[in-house]
């Protein structure tokens, strides 16, 4: 099943960072949770950096990010310790959440066609519907256009 504008998303447990994620445990909370391609690369380590940098002002507005993708916990674990990022990441490796969030594409890279994330962005309400989603994101100023609507729900 597929998430759409403005429906509860289906509830979820996936593996984290920090221990088992529940989407359920997020009620009452604004939740951002991004999709990016793979951990260590130059866009996804910008994007979680600019997400870091800009952490407290999103706790502030009541939200929590969650960073997601297809690599592994301890893929996950190193890149968060490195980058010192305050915030979870979920791996997805049986690519369950990214058919939920229709983020696998097809994407050229060096000339071939290969299955990866499209970097995307879904920001779900309090009550568990999802109020936006972003994709085919280019990773400068998204983190700012993102604390935006955050800030306006």
């Not at 960073?67 to 490796?93: C, M, Q, V, W, Y």
């Amino acid at each position: 099943m597929t998430v759409s504008l403005n429906q509860a998303v289906p509830d979820f447990t996936a593996p984290a960072t920090g221990g088992e994620f529940r989407l359920r445990d997020q009620r009452g909370k604004t939740l951002v949770l991004y999709f990016y391609p793979k951990d260590n690369t130059p866009g996804c380590t910008t994007e979680a950096m600019n997400f870091r940098d800009q952490h407290d002002a999103f706790v502030a507005a009541g939200a929590t990010i969650v960073g997601i993708s297809r690599d592994s916990l301890k893929s996950h674990e190193n890149f968060k310790t490195k980058l010192e990022l305050p915030f979870e990441l979920i791996s997805d490796a049986d690519e369950t959440l990214c058919a939920m969030f229709d983020v696998i594409k097809m994407k050229k890279m060096y000339g071939k066609e290969v299955r990866g994330i499209e970097r995307s962005t879904f920001v779900i309400d309090g009550d568990g519907k999802l109020r936006h989603m972003m994709r085919g994101i280019k990773v400068p100023s998204h983190v700012d256009e993102v604390l935006e609507l955050v800030r306006a729900m």
